[in-house]
T-cell receptor, first 112, second 118 residues
Framework: QKEVEQNSGPLSVPEGAIASLNCTYSDRGSQSFFWYRQYSGKSPELIMFIYSNGDKEDGRFTAQLNKASQYVSLLIRDSQPSDSATYLCAVNPRKGGNKLVFGAGTILRVKS | DAGVIQSPRHEVTEMGQEVTLRCKPISGHNSLFWYRQTMMRGLELLIYFNNNVPIDDSGMPEDRFSAKMPNASFSTLKIQPSEPRDSAVYFC????????????????FGAGTRLSVL
């Protein structure tokens, strides 16, 4: 079992729709969770982070964390073509010090 | 803030040659991470340093890879000898572990070095 798993996609949504990206992790003691966006040929950039169970909203983005189910998700409301990118889920494992373990990423395509 | 600075941006070399990648972390950050990204394996952590000290090098593929951080503002990743399978994008990232709470562990990435070994 991979430490961090994501559906590779591509996930295709029409412009204006809600995109839902999901991530599961294996280490139940993981403490912090991050979503990075990576455009083709560019470096990963932080979108959101979440530490506590529940929802965290920032503009059009909402991160959701359910530690009991070991599940993290990212919702993008009013999706725009500029949101088309690969979204990487990253987890800080319990015994990982301050390193992050990244999932393989989900490709999102927003069609206008 | 200049962000994480990596050089060179692109490197093309021949098998067997030595390759040195360089990274300057964000000023004030005391953790530095080296990653490798390929289509097949995704983004993999190679090694990371806290306060210039290597903490976890379990991701370093083999003895051909070595990393150093002689001071807080500079790190190198060296491959010697290089092989075609080392072709990838290598990212450097930095974070600040002195921040407590929510700011801790946020990593900021450099633009990366695209390495091609022929």
């Amino acid at each position: 079992q991979k430490e961090v798993e994501q559906n590779s996609g591509p996930l295709s949504v029409p412009e204006g729709a809600i995109a839902s990206l999901n991530c599961t992790y294996s280490d139940r003691g993981s403490q912090s969770f991050f979503w990075y966006r990576q455009y083709s040929g560019k470096s990963p950039e932080l979108i959101m982070f979440i530490y506590s169970n529940g929802d965290k909203e920032d503009g059009r983005f909402t991160a959701q964390l359910n530690k009991a189910s070991q599940y993290v998700s990212l919702l993008i409301r009013d999706s725009q073509p500029s949101d088309s990118a690969t979204y990487l889920c990253a987890v800080n494992p319990r015994k990982g010090g301050n390193k992050l373990v990244f999932g393989a990423g989900t490709i999102l395509r927003v069609k206008s | 803030d200049a962000g994480v600075i990596q050089s060179p941006r692109h490197e093309v070399t021949e098998m067997g040659q030595e390759v040195t990648l360089r990274c300057k972390p964000i000023s004030g950050h005391n953790s530095l991470f080296w990653y490798r990204q390929t289509m097949m394996r995704g983004l993999e952590l190679l090694i990371y340093f806290n306060n210039n000290v290597p903490i976890d090098d379990s991701g370093m593929p083999e003895d051909r890879f070595s990393a150093k951080m002689p001071n807080a503002s500079f790190s190198t990743l060296k491959i010697q000898p290089s092989e075609p399978r080392d072709s990838a994008v290598y990212f450097c990232a930095s974070s600040s572990v002195v921040n407590s709470g929510i700011a801790k562990n946020i990593q900021y990435f450099g633009a990366g070095t695209r390495l091609s070994v022929l």
